[in-house]
């Protein structure tokens, strides 16, 4: 039997079995009717579920609203919000700390990932085993990944002060690493280096296997040196692979919060509250819901319009 | 005639089990407890037995480790969730909790029962049950008396060598500080000293930045300076007090402690991390709530003999941070009568005899002023004397945001190194003020 008529076959039971009403019915829409048909209740839910809360959002932001009270007198702030919090010194400073965040492990996560990327990309022996071994701090839970770093940064007994003890012969309990102020920021980004860094590089590894041989035989051709197809080849054809791996990573940092509250608080005072632990606290522990609703709404348009500009500059690279 | 007897047998069988069931539906009906998950929640257990001995109704407990108490059941209470019947809530919440309808007012149910407020301790009538504080409006009943005391090693203390050493130092015996600089010059003579071949510390403090721990440690500092939070006479006119010489050179007492005598890596710590440093033998003294002290006094390495206690040491005034809570009956409860009997229950005298016996702080006169109370524990005499002198922190509707308003300026100066003692307090009065015009308070 061909496969045309094994089609006809099936098309002819299906319409056998449906309902003579019904199929009269269908027959009577247009593709685009049942195009809309089929999307409708996928549309309805997006709609419930990501877009309504969003208006509601915004239109908490200019009220007094508060969650735990809600029979209380709602009044309308217009950009009181706004303005309270984009001129509060508090709520710069979190953007600060947020910045440091993101920009450093960013950057230290596409230099290691990147690297990590290139030795994993040649074949040796153990090297499935290497892989999976550099895998294994993604697949942890950011809670667990924040819980095991607290106890390796304690001072007196954590493994990682005795290491870095062993390294350079000073005492383990002189520094601490989420406890002091110069070092606790440095602390978070290292911890999420660790556990993100197998990322990027997974995403880069995906980047060098898509480059055809034939590129670098033909760079050989030319006696081109690894150097030279390093910038020529490699690094252009990666780059949209990077840059992606940028945009996954710094919308993930902005919004981080799991694994820097299990590790720092936000402490040593308010060294490493990133600014969606403010959030969280104005939200859910004052209850301020108005006042953190505007706050989400500005960081939102900050990650979206930041991600926008992103977004149009890692298209004009691909279509380079 | 089969079709009768079968009738017959199905209505036998349906009677027999209905009449089965309905034991089992009084001894089915139970009620949940919310609390924290720590010592004396336990000793709360084995009390309840009691309870469902006598009423047949069954208690199941929810305890939450204390760094997420607050915002568990706080969030439980927002929601008007069902899961607590009764709630063993924080003195602070008493103010929202009243105002925002979670808890139910017990004015006529005490009534009723004759259950009287002049039975408990008055510090804890106010700290626990009153919403306004001082009027006669109850929402809960004293459950829980507690406050911040000391432990000290009683055994290093008394050692020959190390008491010599401190009498070449400071030409005094080395006693259980009674004041703040006493305190830190016995924190300090104890920094890093080697005892028994291991280096200990100084003294334990609170640290803790995400709950409450910083405010309910440097609170401590504060009033044995004369930290006041508000004008007596203007209620909510902080400045003066809030940032008044003496409460500055509170703060900058206990920073001082903190920098000077105090463990490695305890820049986030709270009650556990006392009670594991204390333990380990790692330090001389501890800040810690009262409830701990019967388990620390039954530890087989530091108990005993081996530990001793004292009250919060004055300097220019005395006080004390209020700990402790009353049990409430949850508005949003299916099962208010049970819940309300089990409060019945739980205020009668026996039973709060019997609730100290096994570890729990009972705030009923019928056990403070039993004249053997005093003797009754180690502790028991120092208890007594930090009830006397207990202040809390605001115990307003919006206590959480003021608590959180404190936790971050006090982490700030005293951990992060921001700032001046006078900025930090200065900063907290900003930011109090804020949180008292969103009420409509200011």
Not at chain 1, 70 to 86: C, F, H, Q
């Amino acid at each position: 039997m061909t496969e045309t008529s094994t089609l006809h076959t099936l098309a002819a039971r299906a319409g056998a079995a449906t309902p003579p009403a019904l199929a009269a019915r269908v027959r009577g829409l247009s593709d685009r009717a049942i195009a809309w048909l089929f999307i409708t209740p996928t549309v309805l839910l997006l709609l419930a579920i990501n877009v309504f809360p969003l208006i509601w959002t915004v239109r908490l932001s200019f009220t007094n609203y508060r969650a735990n009270r809600p029979d209380a007198p709602l009044r309308w702030l217009g950009l009181d919000n706004y303005t309270r919090i984009l001129g509060d010194p508090d709520v710069w400073y979190a953007m600060q700390a947020t910045a440091h965040f993101v920009v450093w492990s960013i950057t230290l996560q596409v230099l290691l990932g990147f690297g990590l990327a290139l030795l994993i990309n040649r074949r040796f022996r153990g090297h499935g085993f290497w892989t999976t071994l550099i895998l294994l701090p993604m697949m942890l839970s950011p809670a667990v990944v924040g819980n095991f770093w607290t106890f390796l940064f304690q001072p007196q007994t954590g493994l990682f002060n005795h290491v870095v003890a062993f390294v350079t012969g000073i005492d383990p309990g002189s520094f601490q690493m989420i406890g002091d102020v110069r070092l606790a920021p440095w602390a978070i980004v290292l911890v999420d280096t660790w556990m993100w860094t197998p990322y990027v590089m997974l995403i880069c590894l995906a980047g060098l296997r898509s480059i055809p041989d034939d590129i670098y035989e033909a760079a050989e051709v030319d006696r081109a040196g690894p150097l030279r197809r390093f910038w020529s080849i490699t690094l252009p054809m990666v780059l949209p692979f990077l840059m992606l791996a940028v945009l996954f990573r710094g919308i993930e940092n902005f919004r981080m919060f799991d694994m820097v509250n299990l590790l720092t608080s936000g402490g040593p005072g308010s060294t490493t509250e990133v600014a969606s632990i403010t959030l969280k606290r104005e939200a859910f522990e004052k209850w301020r819901t108005g006042y953190s609703s505007a706050f989400a709404v500005i960081l939102f348009v900050t990650v979206f319009g930041l991600a926008n500009i992103y977004v149009k500059a890692l298209n004009a690279v691909r279509q380079r | 005639m089969a079709k009768a007897v079968t009738w017959m047998c199905g209505a036998a069988a349906l009677a027999l089990s209905a009449g089965a069931a309905q034991p089992a539906l009084a001894q089915s009906k139970s009620l949940t407890l919310c609390w924290a998950a720590w010592d004396p929640a336990n000793a709360l257990v084995q009390l309840s037995k009691d309870f469902t001995t006598a009423t047949g109704i069954g208690m199941k407990f929810e305890f939450v480790p204390w760094t997420s108490y607050a915002d568990r059941f706080l969030n439980e209470l927002n929601s008007k969730g069902k899961l607590c019947d009764l709630i063993i809530g924080d003195s602070q919440w008493i103010g929202g909790a009243a105002e925002n309808g979670h808890y139910v007012k017990l004015n006529e149910f005490f009534e009723r029962e004759g259950i009287s407020m002049d039975d408990f301790m008055p510090a804890t009538v106010v700290g626990y049950s009153q919403w306004p504080k001082n009027t006669p409006n109850y929402w809960a009943l004293p459950a829980m008396g507690d406050a911040i005391g000391w432990t000290y090693r009683k055994d290093w203390f008394s050692r020959p060598e190390i008491r010599a050493a401190f009498r070449d130092k400071h030409g005094r015996d080395l006693e259980p500080p009674k004041t703040w600089t006493e305190l830190k010059e016995v924190a300090s003579f104890f920094q890093g000293r080697e005892i028994d071949g291991k280096r200990v510390y100084g003294a334990y403090i609170y640290t803790e930045r995400g709950s409450e721990g910083i405010t309910m440690g440097v609170t401590n500092a504060l009033y044995a300076h004369g930290f006041k939070y508000q004008d007596p006479d203007k209620p909510y006119a902080m400045d003066g007090f809030v940032n008044s010489p003496d409460a500055v050179k509170g703060l900058e007492a206990y920073k001082d402690l903190y920098k000077c005598c105090t463990a490695p890596g305890m820049t986030n710590a709270y009650m556990q991390e006392g009670l594991d440093a204390f333990k380990s033998g790692q330090v001389a003294m501890q800040m810690n709530f009262f409830a701990f002290f019967p388990g620390l006094h039954k530890d087989p390495n530091v108990g005993g003999d081996r530990i001793g206690f004292f009250v919060n040491p004055m300097e220019t005034a005395r006080g004390t941070q209020l700990g402790g809570q009353g049990i409430s009956v949850v508005a949003y409860s299916d099962n208010r009568d049970e819940a309300l009997q089990y409060i019945k229950w739980f205020a009668q005298p026996d039973v709060q005899k019997k609730w100290w016996a096994l570890g729990g702080y009972s705030c009923h006169t019928a056990v403070l002023n039993d004249p053997d109370f005093p003797a009754s524990a180690p502790f028991a005499a120092d208890f007594l004397q930090s009830m006397s002198m207990v202040v809390d922190f605001w115990a307003e509707p919006s206590y959480a945001s003021l608590l959180l308003d404190m936790q971050k300026r006090m982490h700030d100066y005293v951990v992060a190194d921001k700032g001046t003692a006078k900025e930090a307090l200065d900063l907290l009065i900003k930011d109090w003020t804020v949180v008292f015009e969103d009420d409509g308070k200011l």
